[in-house]
């Protein structure tokens, strides 16, 4: 394939995640967004847990059964000439790591607000990984049809705890059982509001020309209101700019109800029309430019059991640069090993079919058996890899023992292969024999027990530790390097454990006692960040 059709691939390309506070509606916009673009011809429901139908993205048993989402999930979808690589993320801050490693994956976000609850915790924290990866994010409130915010303190909101100016595209008309739709700003239109279903509908009544007369006798006090609010904004409010997008210091601002399937179709167009196509992305090495020639990709993200029945793992892949072909020689940098994959699947959720070409941008699923890492890359035979994948040091740990010691094996295995993922980070001892596993939030430790007895037929013991406190441990070769850091390991056996990469950790009661660590060892470093790429630490994001 020549270079320049390589070139119109990618320009076709938009990677993008969904990002939010739990709750905010964005696992219902994700379905939306499949639904309009002809993904899927009905939404599954995603708000009653006993409902015949779950989201197309929540495919865990123990998602359907709570109604949240525990794991990333990747669709691809063509809309107008594009294709659309859409992951939709956890929204519970005890998932963030899954989140942050899926927003490496990424070239934008679109970020959902409730309209009611207006900037929460969850939302800063992803905002804040997002800037730092300089990531432009699209901005939809949602829930327009109930009692919520005015969007002026909302669109304040925004600005002020998120550091980046709002600007409107589509503006409401009246909230909750007033609320008459929404008016489009670019293309000077209103388009009117209708309670929507599980089912898209071509035929919603759209009013050309905002200076209609009757459109003011026909929505009244909220109309005049809306018009108000809008001079006001076009006066204050800075014109859209496509670098300030793009650098991720401004972003467009959509009001609708995802569940009604109102202003969605106007979210799905400015992901085509305002999103960037996948550009460069850093390596160790160089930095590769996606139009190259030659087949790279990175390990973002790895899932077990997505089909129970085969205990399959899938390895997800962004490729970053050139075509990829099924049954393509790829070799791993890490390990040099060589890999002809000729089941690659492409995504809709669970859902896969069968994929014989992919171009930088796209999500591709490599089935292995733990030949694949998380941060792992992949290519035709170039040495590189790709920075940026973090781990974060765990904030909350627990003992993990089999309640069937036949079992013992079984909880190995299972622990392993969830480890690998990165669903929960696991510790073995230097010294000692019992499993520890690590977390930020106490729901990681629900699911996985959840998931040992359900994928895995092992039911555990999952008692809490007495650390409270992780830091990788490095020694930089100038300081003595690899016998400081083992004369460390030794010195410190009974709290010193290795990690799935077998990367070591140092586990501790109290922050006191590393600031003491710190003072008694100067050689060492302590890192609250990993990365995979042989420790390499972003800085920038551990604070």
């Not at 973002?300 to 393509?328: C, L, T, W, Y």
């Not at 994959?341 to 014989?356: H, I």
């Amino acid at each position: 394939m020549s270079d320049v059709q390589i070139e119109q691939q990618v320009r076709r390309r938009r990677t993008f995640a969904i990002i939010s506070h739990p709750d905010a509606g964005k696992t219902t916009l994700t379905e939306k967004l499949l639904l309009f673009s002809g993904a899927i011809q009905i939404a599954g429901s995603v708000k009653a847990r006993k409902a015949s139908r779950h989201a197309t993205s929540d495919w865990m048993e123990i998602e359907k059964q709570r109604g949240i989402s525990v794991a990333s999930s990747v669709m691809q979808m063509e809309y107008r000439d594009c294709v659309i690589n859409l992951l939709d993320t956890p929204g519970h801050q005890d998932f963030s790591e899954d989140t942050y490693r899926v927003l490496t994956a990424v070239d934008a976000a679109l970020m959902v607000i409730d309209a009611a609850n207006g900037v929460e915790p969850q939302t800063r924290r992803l905002l804040q990984v997002c800037r730092a990866r300089n990531t432009p994010i699209l901005t939809f409130v949602n829930k327009m049809d109930r009692e919520v915010q005015e969007p002026l303190a909302l669109m304040d909101e925004i600005e002020r705890e998120l550091g980046m100016d709002a600007v409107p595209f589509t503006w409401p008309v009246g909230m909750a059982k007033f609320f008459g739709g929404v008016l489009d700003l670019r293309r000077d239109r209103m388009r009117v509001f209708a309670a929507g279903e599980d089912r898209r509908s071509d035929d919603d009544e759209i009013v050309e020309g905002l200076a209609d007369p009757r459109l003011a006798r026909r929505f009244g006090a909220p109309w005049e209101q809306a018009m108000a609010e809008i001079e006001l904004v076009r006066e204050a409010a800075p014109a859209f700019d496509e670098n300030e997008f793009l650098a991720g210091r401004c972003t467009p601002m959509f009001f609708g109800s995802a569940i009604n399937n109102f202003g969605v179709r106007e979210v799905l167009d400015a992901l085509v029309d305002l999103a960037p196509p996948p550009g460069p992305k850093p390596a160790l090495q160089r930095s590769v430019e996606p139009t190259e020639p030659r087949f790279s990709g990175v390990v973002f993200k790895i899932q077990a059991n997505m089909d129970p029945a085969h205990r399959d793992r899938i390895a997800f892949v962004r490729v970053a640069s050139g075509r990829f072909e099924r049954g393509m020689r790829l070799k791993v940098a890490r390990s040099g090993k060589e890999l002809r994959p000729n089941t690659v699947v492409t995504f809709l959720s669970q859902r896969r079919e069968l994929l014989e070409e992919a171009y930088a941008g796209d999500i591709i699923g490599l089935p292995n058996h733990g030949v694949l890492q998380l941060g792992d890359t992949l290519t035709e035979g170039e040495v590189l890899q790709f920075t940026g994948l973090p781990f974060f040091a765990p904030e909350i740990f627990r003992t993990v023992e089999v309640a069937d010691p036949l079992k013992t094996k079984q909880l190995r295995a299972g622990l392993t292969q969830l480890g690998e993922e990165g669903a929960i980070q696991v510790f073995r001892p230097v010294a000692g024999s019992v499993l520890l596993l690590g977390a930020v939030g106490q729901l990681q430790f629900e699911v996985v027990a959840h998931r040992l007895e359900h994928e895995y037929g092992v039911k555990a013991r999952v008692q809490p530790a007495r650390y409270n406190v992780a830091r990788w441990v490095t020694c930089p070769d100038e300081e003595g390097g690899a016998k400081e850091l083992q004369r460390f390991i030794d010195a410190n056996a009974h709290r010193v454990a290795l990690d799935a990469v077998d990367a070591p950790c140092v586990l501790l009661e109290y922050a006191g006692e590393l600031r003491a660590m710190q003072d008694n060892w100067p050689k060492i470093r302590f890192h609250a960040l990993r990365e995979h790429a042989g420790l390499v630490f972003q800085q920038r994001l551990e604070g």
